[in-house]
């Protein structure tokens, strides 16, 4: 299982970024998968999912209206469309695929077994 994020950067205040996570070694349309945040010296948060089985998706209330998760499950990508960022959005934004394919959208990290290596989203004010 490999999943590496890109897309990550610095933007100011209300710009957008598109996050991508690509997949690798492993069913893609049948788990869910998720993009976490954490921030330095806080802890990690479940922003949203999606189950590529059905394109079902869950949102933070922190990002609700905000944010937009899709999937292509011909490329065996997710995205995290990102936009009126606000500074409280920085972190290191991980996606992650759940443990089991019976699982549904959590915002519990333990749901998630394999993550990737992170990539950095810095929004200015």
């Known amino acids: 299982v490999q999943l590496v994020e890109s897309g990550g950067g610095l933007v100011q205040a209300g710009g957008s970024l598109r996050l991508s996570c690509a997949a690798s070694g492993f069913t893609f349309g049948a788990y869910v998968i998720g993009w976490f945040r954490q921030a330095p010296g806080k802890e990690r948060e479940g922003v949203s999912c999606i189950r590529n089985s059905d394109g079902s998706a869950y949102y933070a209330d922190s990002v609700k209206g905000r944010f937009a998760i899709s999937s292509d499950n011909v490329k065996n990508k997710v995205y995290l469309q990102m936009n009126s960022l606000k500074p409280e959005d920085t972190a290191v934004y991980y996606c992650?695929?759940?443990?089991?394919?019976?699982?549904?959208?959590?915002?519990?990290?333990?749901?998630?077994?394999?993550w990737g290596q992170g990539t950095q989203v810095t929004v200015s004010s």
């Open positions: 992650a695929r759940a443990r089991s394919t019976s699982y549904s959208c959590s915002r519990a990290g333990s749901y998630f077994g394999s």
